[in-house]
């Protein structure tokens, strides 16, 4: 009886620490209930391991109990078992790229340092992982020092080994004719990196006979549709709906090839028939991003003792007009502003003021981002001059 009255999380963390304990391998297993994970400590291994328990809690919520236990007997095997131990030479054909949402990786215990990554499209970055028969290991800052080379060089030689999977991938057979190709990764085949492979969309549109539209709504689908000439708003709603849902999420947005054959984000002009639904697609993906972020960083601020306001980013779509970003600006109130379409001017006396385009209040501002955070921020203290502030809002408000 008493089971009933605990969460189906706490639940689900106690089955967890009980198979990391019960794992061979595993030296002593701790739960992190804050963090909701289980550092797991290895025999032989200098630091825990870090098991954290979100994904899988969501992926295995309609299992049955056999299969939750089998899901994590799995999972803690592979962590418990001893790191490889390649050098340079052996790991280089190992290494794969990847594509992740920019604020993956960022949360962490302290001291933790994240994976190496470098911007790839807007709100995603760029990691590399090693490839093993079992599970994938991302490259952290430590395996780069050990292997005596530079970060530079893994994604150069990650690039290069993705390089090969792309021109087998245009070797197949492609079918034509089809109103969407779902390309489903079973973890091996690393179908969503594919879009950093400069070339490989055009081509793709090459064997399909039209420009293609490109989604990756997870970690593991891929989705193809020949770009289409009326409304693009089934396949949004698609990808809209599979990116909510999915216990790994990437983007809804959709991906075109442009300059150099390289993937980029799709962005129809505004007269354009696929113009709103492409505009819904990439606030949904900043909303998603920004809200993460903007947790973490109060829970981290708050903990440091830092007077800091951690703005949200928030969106409205008038009646017969677009989906805009809008970042609160307050008087008086030291703010990490994220990045917006526009800055709604807010007094914490009188309320509501004006709103003003971003690139409008920055040129006259100058607004400079915080370094280290992705997405970007942007400290303020205090509103503008009384004189740039009567400027904006005479031109907009």
């Given at each position: 009886m008493l089971d009933r009255f605990v969460s189906p999380r706490r639940r689900f963390a106690a089955l967890a620490l009980r198979v990391a304990r019960r794992t061979p391998g595993v030296e002593r297993a701790?739960?992190?209930?804050?963090?909701?994970?289980?550092?797991?400590?290895r025999t032989g291994s200098p630091g825990p391991a870090h098991l954290y328990l979100a994904?899988?809690?969501?992926?295995?919520?309609?299992?049955?109990?056999?299969?939750?236990?089998?899901?994590?007997?799995?999972?803690?095997?592979?962590?418990?078992?001893?790191?490889?131990?390649?050098?340079?030479?052996t790991v280089r054909p190992k290494l794969r790229p990847v594509l992740r949402p920019v604020t993956f990786g960022t949360a962490g215990p302290p001291g933790m340092r994240p994976p190496i990554s470098r911007a790839a499209l807007p709100y995603l970055k760029e990691l590399v992982v090693v490839d093993q028969p079992d599970a994938m290991a991302y490259v952290v800052p430590d395996r780069v020092d050990e292997w005596g080379v530079s970060a530079e060089e893994v994604f150069t030689t990650a690039r290069a080994n993705l390089a090969g999977m792309a021109r087998h991938s245009l070797e197949q057979n492609w079918p034509g004719g089809q109103p969407l190709i779902s390309m489903l990764d079973d973890g091996d085949a690393y179908f969503t990196s594919l879009l950093l492979a400069p070339g490989w969309l055009a081509e793709v549109g090459e064997r399909l006979g039209g420009p293609v539209l490109a989604f990756a709504p997870d970690n593991n689908t891929l989705l193809l549709c020949p770009l289409p000439d009326a409304t693009a708003e089934p396949f949004y709603a698609l990808v809209d709906q599979h990116f909510k849902e999915a216990p790994r999420s990437l983007s809804p947005v959709g991906y075109v090839a442009g300059p150099q054959g390289r993937t980029v984000m799709y962005s129809p002009p505004p007269e354009h028939a696929h113009h709103l639904s492409a505009r819904r697609a990439e606030t949904l993906l900043a909303l998603t991003e920004y809200h993460g972020q903007t947790n973490w960083l109060a829970e981290q601020y708050a903990q440091a003792g830092v007077d800091v306001h951690i703005?949200?980013?928030?969106?409205?779509?008038?009646?017969?007009?677009?989906?805009?970003?809008?970042?609160?600006?307050?008087?008086?109130?030291?703010?990490?502003?994220?990045?917006?379409?526009?800055?709604?001017?807010?007094?914490?006396?009188?309320?509501?003021?004006?709103?003003?385009?971003?690139?409008?209040?920055?040129?006259?501002?100058?607004?400079?981002?915080?370094?280290?955070?992705?997405?970007?921020r942007y400290r303020v203290d205090d509103w503008p001059s009384p004189a740039v502030l009567a400027e904006l809002r005479q031109e907009y408000a």
């Open positions: 701790v739960h992190r209930p804050d963090d909701f994970a289980i550092e797991i400590y994904n899988i809690f969501r992926e295995t919520a309609d299992a049955t109990p056999s299969e939750r236990r089998e899901r994590l007997v799995k999972l803690v095997r592979i962590m418990a078992a001893p790191p490889p131990h390649d050098d340079w030479e703005g949200g980013l928030l969106a409205a779509e008038p009646v017969g007009g677009l989906p805009e970003t809008i970042a609160v600006w307050t008087a008086g109130v030291s703010t990490l502003l994220p990045k917006a379409d526009t800055i709604a001017f807010v007094h914490p006396d009188t309320g509501p003021q004006f709103r003003a385009p971003w690139d409008a209040v920055a040129e006259r501002v100058g607004l400079d981002a915080e370094p280290l955070l992705a997405p970007a």
